[in-house]
Structures are given as structure tokens and as C-alpha cells.
């Protein structure tokens, strides 16, 4: 099993709403990782989880607030997003060494209006 | 650094072979990946090769890597209209552990 699964695929939120975006990965891997990605563009990294704990913010407003819950999950917690943050949102996990394989997931479109 | 270089567009008849290029910037990157991205769809991990080998094939797909010139390809051979898609170098930043992604290559194959 190679799999991440994003859950949901799709989301529609206000600027008032609060949503999260989820994560799973049955591979063993104990690091994970949030990427942006606009159209046509490569994707940004936001966060990194290394054995269950944030090794990487890469300066992501507060409004986006990541969680791992246990070794398997990883969530998003979203609130008060701006129109400019709807992008694809796309978790990674991979083993938690340098040069490894890391499997991305099919991302979740968000768009905030 | 960081710099992860590739050339934007290619459009290809079906049936023919296609490459892309890439360059790479951190010499102690010791793998480098190929992603293959179709629309609306997350990143597919097609390929890799340790900096320690000049090519790699994997049926249809033929990795070459100078690591002298720090540059990067990925042949395809036999184009098929489901390769149509966003084609992402990337290389492992050691001591990051981060991928540090090309600007992507989008591939248009022509029936």
C-alpha cells in the first residue's frame, strides 16, 4: 500500500468558516507534509512532521494551524482563509530519513470566497 | 541553493519520444525524483535515480543524470496521450528534508 488519502477532495468555505482537510497513510512513514500548489505552479512546502511532532513551519500564517494526531493522520485546521488562499492542498509522507521517496497524496481543491 | 531549473512546455506527437530537462543546484542531493501531475490530480512519484548512476530505465521511461553538470532528464519513449501532463523534477535537500521542486514541464501529446 502506497497510498495517502486526502479527504475531501473538493471544499467551498466562506472567509468566516472553520474546515480541516485530512490526511492518511498506512505506509509505516513517520514524517508528513502539507504542500500548496496554485495552477500550473510547483508546490510549496508549509509544514513538516517528524515522528508525530512540527519540525518545519515555513512562516504559514496563523490562519492555517496543522495537527498529527498519531502516526497515520495529519490534519489541517482551517480559519478566516482569504480568496487568495484557494489553491490544491496536497499531504506527502515519507520516511522520516534524507533521500527517500516521499508519496503525495491527490490533494484537496480549496476554494475560499 | 535551491534552484531547481526546467524548461516550461513541449508538445509532442503520440507515438514519438519526448524529453525533459532539468538542472540542479545542491550537489549532495543523492536522489532526484521525477513527479508526473494530471489535471486536477495530486503528484505521482513516476521515477527516481541515486546520484550515484548516469541513467536508470524503467520501461517507457529512461532517467539520465550528469552529475557533473548537475542536469537531470527524463525521456519517454513512445508517447501515449495519457502522458499529457505536468512533468516536476525535484531533489532532496539533505540535512532540509524537503524536495525542492523544478518549475514543471507541461507535455501535450497529439493524437
Known amino acids: 500500500d502506497t497510498e495517502v488519502t486526502q479527504t475531501p477532495k473538493h471544499l467551498v468555505m466562506g472567509m468566516t468558516n472553520k474546515k480541516s482537510l485530512k490526511c492518511e497513510q498506512h505506509?509505516?512513514?513517520?514524517?508528513m507534509y502539507w504542500y500548496k500548489q496554485k495552477a500550473k505552479k510547483p508546490p510549496e512546502l508549509m509544514f513538516v512532521y517528524s515522528y508525530e511532532k512540527l519540525s518545519i513551519n515555513e512562516s504559514v500564517p496563523s490562519r492555517f494551524s496543522p495537527e498529527c494526531p498519531n502516526s497515520s493522520l495529519l490534519n489541517l485546521h482551517l480559519h478566516a482563509l482569504q480568496p487568495e488562499d484557494s489553491a490544491l492542498y496536497l499531504c506527502?509522507?515519507?520516511?522520516?530519513?534524507?533521500?527517500?521517496?516521499?508519496?503525495f497524496g491527490q490533494g484537496t481543491r480549496l476554494t475560499v470566497v | 541553493g535551491e534552484d531547481v531549473e526546467q524548461s516550461l512546455f513541449l508538445s509532442v506527437r503520440e507515438g514519438d519520444s519526448s524529453v525533459i530537462n532539468c538542472t540542479y543546484t545542491?550537489?549532495?542531493?543523492?536522489?532526484l525524483y521525477w513527479y508526473k501531475q494530471e489535471p486536477g490530480a495530486g503528484l505521482q512519484l513516476l521515477t527516481y535515480i541515486f546520484s550515484n548512476m548516469d541513467m536508470k530505465q524503467d520501461q517507457r521511461l529512461t532517467v539520465l543524470l550528469n552529475k557533473k553538470d548537475k542536469h537531470l532528464s527524463l525521456r519517454i519513449a513512445d508517447t501515449q496521450t495519457g502522458d499529457s501532463a505536468i512533468y516536476f523534477c525535484?531533489?532532496?535537500?539533505?540535512?532540509?528534508?524537503?524536495?525542492?521542486f523544478g518549475k514543471g514541464n507541461q507535455v501535450v501529446v497529439i493524437p
Open positions: 525535484a531533489e532532496w535537500l539533505y540535512g532540509n528534508n524537503r524536495l525542492a
Open positions: 506527502a509522507s515519507s520516511l522520516p530519513t534524507d533521500n527517500t521517496e516521499a508519496f
Open positions: 505506509m509505516g512513514h513517520r514524517a
Open positions: 545542491d550537489s549532495s542531493s543523492t536522489y
